[in-house]
């Protein structure tokens, strides 16, 4: 296989976060490959991305992005960017996706491993980012639109060769939509060693895109209640504004921070408060394990594969001020009492480092091609 030629395929690379940790992953298993994609904005990838050859659709892209209001209504027209992609040299076809990536055609002679960070969350009902989907005067179109991306996702989805789910919440939901089975392997998180120590003291932690959905301003109304404790933000997004706006004191917002910040800030935390309902997998509680801290999560999807309850972190069942207002006291009862041992919560976490995801996947994938090849 010394002269496998191989392809990448992933969503866009406009944003940095956890899928594109993903795909820095695949390509330290091959780095010759090329990288297909419908938009790329250099300038918010890492180097590690940009140093490889990186083909967009810049046509279509233009297109799309004609004006800043009407771009977010042609994001249907992405998967005609997939399609049209001309991968008849290529022996290997890796795409990584949460929308239109898994879509390419391929040939009989080639094989295509599809890596699903999960079925379009938009498609099927999970909270988004984009919260004017459900406005009254658009509602309409938006409804008639989703039906048929669902029907093209479903064609799409059968596509691939094999399918590897990010998690066993990933692998129930590719079986209930696409009706096909899949692998788990779950997602590389990164971990950055640190013994330093940062500026603030005995704080908690929120990290993450300040989106609807990851729903933080319930966690902010919930510290507000609770002036003795402070937390501090880590992330940008467009509900940065109104998220000050409600925010006490208590409270401190850092913006978004760059890979070795972030690690010293988690190194340095109490614990990581995480609302987010139906977490596909959730990267973010897992680096805070790795620096042995103990995490706050709602009790759905993802978190129940990496939080062990009384080990490492505990779960809250309802998105409400009060509710998470008791469980957030009695979280901070268990640090002080000193309830978590922090090897122990490491340790929880060593199965979801990136070197194990580079070792199961190339396994997966080499074992594919050994069985096509003999």
């Given at each position: 296989?010394?002269?496998?030629?191989?392809?990448?395929?992933?969503?866009?690379?406009?944003?940095?976060?956890?899928?594109?940790?993903?795909?820095?992953?695949?390509?330290?298993?091959?780095?010759?490959?090329?990288?297909?994609?419908?938009?790329?904005?250099?300038?918010?990838?890492?180097?590690?991305?940009?140093?490889?050859?990186?083909?967009?659709?810049?046509?279509?892209?233009?297109?799309?992005?004609?004006?800043?209001?009407?771009?977010?209504?042609?994001?249907?027209?992405?998967?005609?960017?997939?399609?049209?992609?001309?991968?008849?040299?290529?022996?290997l076809i890796i795409s990584d996706s949460s929308?239109?990536?898994?879509?390419?055609?391929t040939n009989p002679n080639q094989m295509h491993?599809?890596?699903?960070?999960?079925?379009?969350?938009?498609?099927?009902?999970?909270?988004?980012?984009?919260?004017?989907?459900?406005?009254?005067?658009?509602?309409?179109?938006?409804?008639?639109?989703?039906?048929?991306?669902?029907?093209?996702?479903?064609?799409?989805?059968?596509?691939?060769?094999?399918?590897?789910?990010?998690?066993?919440?990933?692998?129930?939901?590719?079986?209930?939509?696409?009706?096909?089975?899949?692998?788990?392997?779950?997602?590389?998180?990164?971990?950055?060693?640190?013994?330093?120590?940062?500026?603030?003291?005995?704080?908690?932690?929120?990290?993450?895109?300040?989106?609807?959905?990851?729903?933080?301003?319930?966690?902010?109304?919930?510290?507000?209640?609770?002036?003795?404790?402070?937390?501090?933000?880590?992330?940008?997004?467009?509900?940065?504004?109104?998220?000050?706006?409600?925010?006490?004191?208590?409270?401190?917002?850092?913006?978004?921070?760059?890979?070795?910040?972030?690690?010293?800030?988690?190194?340095?935390?109490?614990?990581?408060?995480?609302?987010?309902?139906?977490?596909?997998?959730?990267?973010?509680?897992?680096?805070?394990?790795?620096?042995?801290?103990?995490?706050?999560?709602?009790?759905?999807?993802?978190?129940?594969?990496?939080?062990?309850?009384?080990?490492?972190?505990?779960?809250?069942?309802?998105?409400?001020?009060?509710?998470?207002?008791?469980?957030?006291?009695?979280?901070?009862?268990?640090?002080?009492?000193?309830?978590?041992?922090?090897?122990?919560?490491?340790?929880?976490?060593?199965?979801?480092?990136?070197?194990?995801?580079?070792?199961?996947?190339?396994?997966?994938?080499?074992?594919?091609?050994?069985?096509?090849?003999?």
């Open positions: 296989m010394k002269n496998l030629k191989v392809a990448l395929i992933h969503d866009y690379l406009t944003q940095y976060g956890g899928a594109e940790k993903t795909l820095e992953a695949i390509i330290e298993i091959f780095p010759d490959a090329d990288i297909f994609t419908s938009f790329y904005e250099s300038k918010n990838m890492s180097d590690q991305i940009n140093s490889k050859n990186i083909i967009s659709s810049k046509k279509m892209g233009k297109f799309i992005s004609i004006h800043p209001i009407l771009s977010k209504y042609l994001t249907f027209l992405i998967p005609l960017i997939f399609e049209n992609y001309d991968l008849g040299d290529y022996d929308s239109y990536a898994k879509g390419v055609i491993i599809c890596y699903i960070h999960t079925p379009p969350r938009f498609l099927y009902k999970y909270s988004v980012e984009n919260t004017k989907r459900n406005k009254w005067y658009y509602r309409w179109i938006v409804r008639y639109i989703d039906n048929l991306l669902r029907l093209w996702d479903f064609q799409a989805a059968q596509r691939p060769d094999f399918l590897v789910s990010n998690s066993f919440e990933i692998q129930k939901r590719i079986e209930k939509f696409y009706k096909r089975t899949s692998t788990v392997i779950h997602p590389p998180v990164d971990y950055i060693e640190t013994k330093d120590f940062y500026p603030e003291k005995n704080y908690y932690l929120i990290a993450g895109r300040l989106v609807a959905y990851k729903n933080f301003d319930i966690v902010i109304k919930t510290f507000n209640e609770l002036e003795s404790l402070k937390l501090l933000v880590i992330g940008n997004g467009p509900l940065e504004n109104d998220l000050k706006k409600m925010a006490g004191k208590n409270i401190k917002f850092l913006g978004k921070v760059n890979e070795k910040e972030k690690h010293l800030i988690m190194e340095n935390c109490l614990g990581l408060i995480n609302p987010v309902k139906d977490e596909d997998f959730g990267i973010v509680p897992v680096e805070v394990l790795l620096h042995g801290k103990p995490v706050l999560a709602h009790r759905s999807a993802g978190h129940l594969e990496t939080i062990v309850e009384g080990v490492n972190g505990e779960f809250f069942d309802i998105l409400e001020i009060n509710n998470l207002k008791g469980k957030i006291i009695e979280f901070d009862k268990f640090i002080n009492n000193n309830k978590y041992d922090a090897n122990r919560i490491k340790s929880t976490a060593q199965k979801f480092t990136k070197e194990e995801f580079k070792r199961n996947f190339s396994k997966f994938v080499f074992d594919k091609l050994d069985k096509k090849n003999n």
